[in-house]
């Protein structure tokens, strides 16, 4: 991160980088029968947006789907690694000053910017990911989470040969444990004497812990040293390198990835093989959902929760190898959807 930078040069930064990073959905080749629409959605990153394989691609999907369906115009930004709330702020708010609606924060580091702006901007839609802001523009688009991750405890503690798992995590926060804690138990529905290893990469408040793979890497290779033949990641970019372990221990070792399917995501091409299933978080859904309600005239507005009942969450069926534990998945599932399992997120 820069020192010494003054919150003005950032402010006029978030400027410049608003002003370039927008794309429209419409082209002098486009075809008469194409969808179009008035809507023009403001989407805002977070730290360097697209390209994590994860989280931040789950909402371009979403975005992007979007724009296909309903001809909406489209601006993406990006809040930087060195972000600060007032930054995030100025980015939130110059979406709406140039008519952006809705406009939607990607992450809950967005939440004291987004609040503040949703007040200044009463005729604006705002939405965002993984966090409760209290406005009447605003929808909180929250998770689940902690029931697909006891899905991916199960297939964990099921495909586990040596009774052993790991699970790394981002930052060590709230969102972040409760992702854990459905893990732990979902793998302990199977195995009541499963040994699970937990290493954070960061503590509350480091940003860095979503995009240091080599420390990913190297906690990861720690744990299968120790016996763990099945790790989970819920680290944003830090995942990779829990990839990188998998594959380098070779045949009998699994990856459990996180947010999108990453066992079809293009980045991670080279550890396919090794990504067992993913612990879905639908990010993708939610974006659209928020999207289409403005395009409706039926603005997504308070909490909005994505669960297992809704196919807000779930887990991931792409990789042949998860037919032996889709089962045992399922039923889980089932038993969540119906109540008799309740799970716990801390």
């Not at 010494?4 to 927008?22: D, E, F, P, R, Y």
């Not at 899905?151 to 060590?172: C, D, N, P, W």
Request: charged fraction near 15%.
């Amino acid at each position: 991160m820069l020192k010494g930078v003054k919150i003005a040069s950032v402010l006029a930064a978030a400027a410049l980088a608003l002003a370039g990073c927008g794309s429209s959905s419409g082209s002098a080749s486009a075809s008469a029968s194409a969808p179009t629409s008035s809507v023009k959605v403001g989407m805002a990153y977070d730290q360097d947006g697209k390209g994590d394989g994860s989280f931040n691609d789950a909402a371009y999907a979403g975005l992007s789907k979007a724009q296909k369906d309903f001809g909406v115009q489209i601006k993406e930004v990006n809040s930087g690694s060195s972000a600060t709330d007032a930054s995030r702020e100025e980015l939130l708010s110059l979406l709406a000053q140039d008519g952006y609606n809705p406009v939607i924060a990607v992450g809950f580091a967005y939440s004291t910017a987004l609040g503040n702006s949703a007040k200044k901007y009463p005729n604006t839609t705002f939405a965002i990911i993984d966090s409760v802001v209290d406005a009447p523009n605003v929808g909180s688009l929250v998770f689940a989470a902690e029931q697909s991750s006891y899905l991916a405890g199960v297939v964990a503690a099921s495909a586990s040969k040596t009774g052993h798992i790991g699970f790394i995590g981002g930052m060590e926060i709230d969102l972040i444990k409760a992702f854990e804690a459905g893990y732990d138990q979902g793998a302990k529905s199977v195995n009541p004497n499963i040994k699970i290893d937990s290493k954070y990469m960061g503590a509350a408040g480091d940003n860095t812990a979503w995009n240091v793979p080599d420390k990913a890497k190297a906690a990861s290779a720690a744990m299968i040293s120790n016996g763990a033949d099945v790790i989970y990641a819920a680290a944003g970019g830090s995942g990779l390198g829990m990839f990188q372990a998998v594959k380098a221990a070779g045949a009998g070792h699994w990856a459990i990835g996180v947010d999108s399917d990453q066992y079809n995501v293009p980045s991670l091409a080279d550890y396919k093989d090794f990504i067992l299933t993913s612990a879905m978080k639908r990010v993708d859904t939610a974006v659209y959902d928020a999207i289409q309600g403005v395009v409706n005239n039926k603005p997504l507005v308070g909490v909005q929760t994505f669960d297992l009942k809704n196919d807000g969450v779930g887990y991931a069926t792409s990789n042949p190898a998860i037919s032996a534990y889709q089962a045992a998945a399922d039923k889980a599932a089932a038993d969540i959807k119906a109540g008799t399992v309740t799970v716990a997120t801390k």
